[in-house]
């Protein structure tokens, strides 16, 4: 389909008080509420913009559409108050646990998805994790690809968002083919004793990949206010300005926001999808395209298809196998906050500091623990929601004394940890019993040691609840055997011609470190594919004469 088809369904104008460099390729559907396009990419998102921006040099005609709108660049963006207290940016609908209480996801819909309020640490996933790993309390199952598979997209995903680190630090890190394209940030003054500290009690702290525009002509400023908010300088290397902002320069891609996508709709055989449905500022909307991308995120892109089961597909598309929504993955984290009531905290950019002494099973730990790193300045905005009841001069002082860390361990693929789509409520639907718990409690005993070793003598702690679900994965895994999991090795719909899903959906295992990258990798392998495939399909159909 060429850009003339798009056009004319299509006005290519800039949103009516859009910012010039958001201008670019920005579309609204035509009278009729239509558009036609070759691919359809729903979600803009890690996973989405980084496939959208694969595609950008292939002459194909792509429209990315977008439920939320663009962030806001406003001074709100850089205020606790208002991005946490006042819960600024949330608009994400409520979602019912398996008890059917509501309760707020942590998930947010702006052009560029959760990345607008990441904390851009952008590790690889280990060797190991793409191989069964025996945990405390069950199996990690094997990837169907392995590390060496992926390593040439990681080298490419950290160039494409920017990443900053140093190769050789981190004890449990992979091989990789070449260094980190930009050099790793230094600690901030503050962390240096702890940093010390930690090494003497025998551990090798390191230095975080962050994904980050810092150094020379770069725009970071190494603030307090990068993780859980907006960049309001646009020097977070999310999705949005890393991925598909250049992708929207090239002509052919475009973006169409503020459009929910509630359903797809297949041919009479059920084997491709021919539309997807949505709503617009109320009004209708079909996109009509060759091929569709699901890049929602994997609790969005389960439920959308089981909105969208019908009479080939009645336990939701491309669900034969019964795993959409199950393996639903999300990490064990738990906050810690380690106080010396005599020591001000005067930290800048805390976020640096990490350990993955532990991520392993080691003679120090008989199965792996997990990543150890540190949150973004915890201010006192951030607690009075979570306890209305606690004065706020003493959430002040607490925060203002605190060292605040982040553990993450590993948490296991099973059938009952799902998601569903609730039709009679609206709603969706999330089963989730944390597991492997065994692990994560050991994370936690053994970094609060190296805390109080540290002369931190208070060490708070807070394990995340259902509505932490940052690092969710899981619920559409890819695998070989069409009976077991949703997507095929290259993330292919088993039971669609048409379909692919680039989110963090197709993991399948979380492993232990954040999952950015692995996604923004995985997108840009799947693309290679799904363009070499394009480029046959394109040949197929052309006359024999035009072959020559
Ligand atoms: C506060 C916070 C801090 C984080 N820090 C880190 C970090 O430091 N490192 C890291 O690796 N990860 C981090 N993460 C997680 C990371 O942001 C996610 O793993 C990543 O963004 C997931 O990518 P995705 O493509 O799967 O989904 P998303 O990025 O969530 O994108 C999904 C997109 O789809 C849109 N959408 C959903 N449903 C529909 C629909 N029906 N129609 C149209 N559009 C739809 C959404 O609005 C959204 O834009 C953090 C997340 C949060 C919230």
């Not at 998102?45 to 709108?69: I, K, P, Y």
């Not at 609908?93 to 996801?105: G, K, V």
């Not at 993955?356 to 792996?368: G, I, R």
Request: proline fraction near 6%; aromatic fraction near 8%.
């Amino acid at each position: 389909m060429s850009d003339a088809s798009i056009s004319h369904h299509a006005e290519l104008n800039p949103q009516p008080g859009a910012r010039d460099q958001r201008a670019f390729g920005v579309v609204t559907p035509d009278a009729d509420g239509n558009i036609d396009c070759d691919v359809v990419i729903i979600g803009s998102g890690m996973g989405g913009s980084t496939f959208a921006h694969a595609l950008r040099d292939t002459g194909l005609n792509v429209v990315v559409v977008e439920r939320g709108d663009f962030l806001p660049r406003e001074i709100q963006n850089w205020s606790a108050e208002a991005v946490f207290g006042q819960g600024r940016y949330r608009n994400a609908e409520r979602w019912l646990d398996q008890s059917n209480q509501a309760f707020t996801p942590g998930v947010f819909y702006y052009v560029g998805g959760n990345t607008k309020f990441y904390g851009a640490m952008l590790p690889r996933f280990r060797e190991a994790d793409f191989g069964e790993i025996q945990h405390a309390e069950g199996v990690s199952p094997a990837w169907p690809i392995t590390y060496a598979e992926m390593e040439p997209w990681y080298a490419e995903a950290e160039k494409l968002y920017r990443v900053h680190g140093q190769a050789g630090v981190d004890p449990s890190e992979p091989w990789r083919s070449g260094p980190f394209p930009h050099p790793a940030l230094e600690h901030d003054p503050a962390l240096v004793p702890l940093e010390q500290s930690m090494r003497r009690s025998g551990l090798k702290p390191f230095v975080m990949p962050a994904a980050v525009d810092y150094g020379e002509g770069g725009g970071c400023v190494l603030c307090s206010t990068c993780d859980g908010y907006p960049c309001l300088v646009e020097a977070k290397g999310d999705a949005e300005v890393s991925a598909l902002r250049p992708a929207l320069r090239n002509g052919t891609t475009h973006l169409l926001t503020r459009t929910l996508i509630n359903q797809l709709v297949t041919s009479a055989d059920g084997r491709t999808i021919t539309e997807a449905r949505g709503t617009r500022d109320g009004r209708a909307v079909t996109l009509r395209a060759k091929r569709f991308v699901l890049a929602c995120g994997a609790v969005n892109s389960a439920a959308l298809l089981f909105k969208s089961a019908n009479e080939q597909h009645p336990q939701g598309l491309g669900n034969s196998s019964g795993q959409l929504g199950r393996n639903y993955m999300v990490h064990n984290s738990t906050f810690m906050l380690a106080v010396d009531p005599r020591r001000l905290n005067k930290v800048m950019f805390q976020k640096t500091l990490a350990i993955n002494d532990w991520y392993s099973a080691s003679a120090n730990n008989l199965f792996p623990l997990g990543n150890v790193q540190m949150l973004g300045k915890i201010r006192e905005p951030m607690i009075t929601p979570m306890r209305p009841w606690l004065p706020k001069f003493a959430s002040r002082y607490v925060t203002d004394h605190s060292v605040d860390l982040y553990l993450t361990s590993e948490d296991l693929p099973t059938q009952e940890n799902r998601v569903t789509y609730d039709k009679a409520r609206g709603a969706i639907k999330v089963y989730w019993q944390p597991n492997n718990l065994t692990a994560h409690k050991g994370l936690v005993r053994k970094i609060s040691k190296v805390m109080r070793d540290a002369g931190y003598p208070i060490v708070l702690t807070e394990r995340m609840g259902i509505a932490t679900n940052s690092h969710q994965c899981g619920t559409a895994v890819m695998g070989k055997d069409p009976q077991s999991s949703v997507l095929d090795v290259n993330c292919k719909m088993h039971d669609l011609d048409n379909a692919w899903v680039v989110d963090s959906s197709f993991f399948p295992s979380s492993a232990a470190v954040n999952p950015a990258l692995t996604i923004a990798a995985n997108a840009l392998r799947v693309a290679e594919v799904f363009k070499a495939s394009g480029i046959l399909t394109r040949l197929l159909q052309q006359p024999l004469a035009q072959l020559k």
